[in-house]
């Protein structure tokens, strides 16, 4: 929008600003191409001449507009003077539709204000986590009754679950437990050679990865696979509507989308662990027999002989509890799910990480009640 004296072909000529007369004077075209050039840093005035300006348009009426407002915060009643009734007109509509230039900072929280959010997330979690205990609840006594009414478990959801779960995770966890045993032979190597005990490796890679790192790791792995799918799936479905109209037909959606997810990861997390396992030893001999010069069968007759079987059954027993960790997690974070694309990107995420934390502080919990009992 631009408003000015009789147009001509010449071409704008260049604004100034003027301290004249008591107030500022304006002269020459204040356009959207010429203002930049302005110093905007002016004594504030009571009187703001434009009468001497030829052309205007929206930017040349920001700048004045600016300059009335300088002159109110240094606590001045300015006036425009000798302005058109057109540039009158677009500086009104700069003035009403501009932001107030001073915002007020917000105020600095008190100690009691800190008390408080502390309070209202500690009441938030401790909701939260009442509400998942409550959905565990429902998930386990649906599953109960799926095993009493066998007719009633959806067995063509609960293999294709399988299949995504379990199948199509086995690359990636198998390679992930490779290179965690060779780490740790290259690792161990180092140390262990320092005292000639070198061939104690085979110990410290078979109790680690039997024990510890090879269920660990491979849950924490599916449940940034697996977990966060469940979720953005589920959360999907609930922003579509879709969980809804299930209830509207009478279908339950912890049957038909919940049960069949956490039964497929139940039954497929301790095979990938048994899978993890194996690559994480073979990845440990291949690394022994390379550095240390641990062949082949020393190996295996030292693993034989050496480890004792509970080491693998510890670690196995810790996979039914992750899967069900990371299956109630991942299909309740998506039950949370509102109706927009943020909320579903936000639990996705929080998804992940909880099922993680949680993981990690149920196998530490393990680890004490098994040191506990001495096995």
């Given at each position: 929008?631009?408003?000015?004296?009789?147009?001509?072909?010449?071409k704008p000529?260049?604004?100034?600003?003027?301290?004249?007369?008591?107030?500022?004077?304006?002269?020459g075209?204040?356009?959207?191409?010429?203002?930049?050039?302005?110093d905007?840093?002016?004594?504030?005035?009571e009187?703001i001449?434009?009468s001497?300006?030829?052309?205007?348009d929206?930017a040349?009426?920001?700048v004045?507009?600016?300059?009335e407002?300088?002159?109110?915060?240094a606590?001045?009643?300015?006036?425009?003077?000798?302005?058109?009734?057109?540039q009158?007109d677009?500086?009104?509509?700069?003035?009403?539709?501009?932001?107030?230039?001073?915002?007020s900072?917000p105020?600095?929280?008190?100690?009691?204000?800190?008390?408080e959010?502390?309070?209202?997330r500690?009441?938030?979690?401790?909701?939260?986590?009442?509400e998942?205990?409550?959905?565990?609840?429902?998930?386990?006594?649906?599953?109960?009754?799926?095993?009493?009414?066998?007719q009633?478990?959806?067995?063509?959801?609960?293999v294709?679950h399988?299949?995504?779960?379990?199948l199509?995770?086995?690359?990636?966890v198998?390679?992930?437990?490779?290179?965690?045993?060779?780490?740790?032979?290259?690792q161990?190597?180092?140390?262990?050679?320092q005292?000639?005990?070198e061939?104690?490796?085979?110990d410290l890679?078979?109790?680690?990865?039997?024990?510890?790192?090879?269920?660990?790791?491979?849950a924490?792995?599916?449940?940034?696979?697996?977990?966060?799918?469940?979720?953005?799936?589920?959360?999907?479905m609930?922003m579509?509507?879709e969980?809804d109209?299930?209830r509207t037909l009478?279908?339950?959606?912890?049957?038909?989308?919940?049960?069949?997810r956490v039964?497929a990861l139940?039954?497929m997390?301790?095979?990938l662990g048994v899978?993890?396992?194996?690559?994480?030893?073979f990845?440990?001999?291949?690394?022994?027999?390379?550095?240390?010069g641990?062949s082949?069968?020393?190996?295996?007759?030292?693993?034989?002989?050496?480890?004792?079987?509970s080491?693998?059954?510890?670690?196995?027993?810790?996979?039914?509890?992750?899967?069900?960790?990371?299956?109630?997690?991942?299909?309740?974070?998506?039950m949370q799910?509102?109706g927009?694309?943020?909320?579903?990107?936000?639990?996705?995420?929080?998804?992940?990480?909880?099922?993680?934390?949680?993981?990690?502080t149920?196998?530490?919990?393990?680890?004490?009640f098994?040191?506990?009992?001495g096995v």
């Open positions: 929008m631009e408003t000015s004296a009789p147009q001509t072909a010449q000529t260049r604004p100034q600003l003027m301290l004249a007369d008591g107030g500022l004077v304006l002269e075209d204040f356009l959207m191409g010429t203002i930049e050039s302005l905007l840093q002016q004594d504030a005035a009187k001449d434009i001497r300006v030829g052309q205007l929206t040349g009426a920001w004045v507009v600016t300059l407002r300088r002159a109110q915060a606590g001045l009643t300015p006036q425009i003077i000798g302005a058109t009734s057109l009158s677009l500086i009104a509509t700069i003035r009403r539709n501009m932001p107030d230039a001073d915002v900072p105020p600095t929280p008190t100690i009691s204000d800190r008390l959010q502390i309070g209202r500690t009441v938030a979690g401790l909701r939260s986590t009442m998942m205990v409550g959905f565990l609840g429902r998930v386990v006594a649906t599953i109960i009754g799926l095993l009493l009414r066998p009633r478990i959806r067995w063509t959801a609960i294709h399988m299949q995504q779960v379990g199509n995770a086995v690359p990636i198998s390679l992930m437990a490779f290179l965690i045993g060779v780490v740790l032979a290259f161990g190597a180092a140390q262990l050679r005292f000639g005990a061939v104690f490796v085979v890679i078979a109790i680690s990865i039997l024990r510890e790192l090879g269920i660990l790791l491979t924490i792995i599916v449940a940034g696979r697996s977990g966060s799918a469940f979720t953005a799936a589920i959360g999907s609930k579509r509507e969980i109209a299930m009478g279908l339950d959606p912890i049957e038909v989308l919940v049960a069949p039964i139940i039954l997390l301790p095979v899978i993890a396992n194996f690559a994480g030893l990845g440990g001999a291949l690394m022994s027999w390379i550095e240390l641990v082949p069968g020393v190996f295996q007759s030292r693993l034989i002989s050496n480890t004792d079987v080491h693998f059954g510890v670690g196995l027993i810790k996979a039914p509890f992750f899967a069900l960790i990371i299956g109630i997690v991942g299909c309740y974070e998506g799910v509102k927009n694309a943020e909320s579903l990107g936000s639990l996705t995420s929080t998804s992940v990480v909880l099922s993680i934390f949680l993981v990690i149920a196998d530490a919990l393990f680890s004490i098994f040191a506990i009992l």
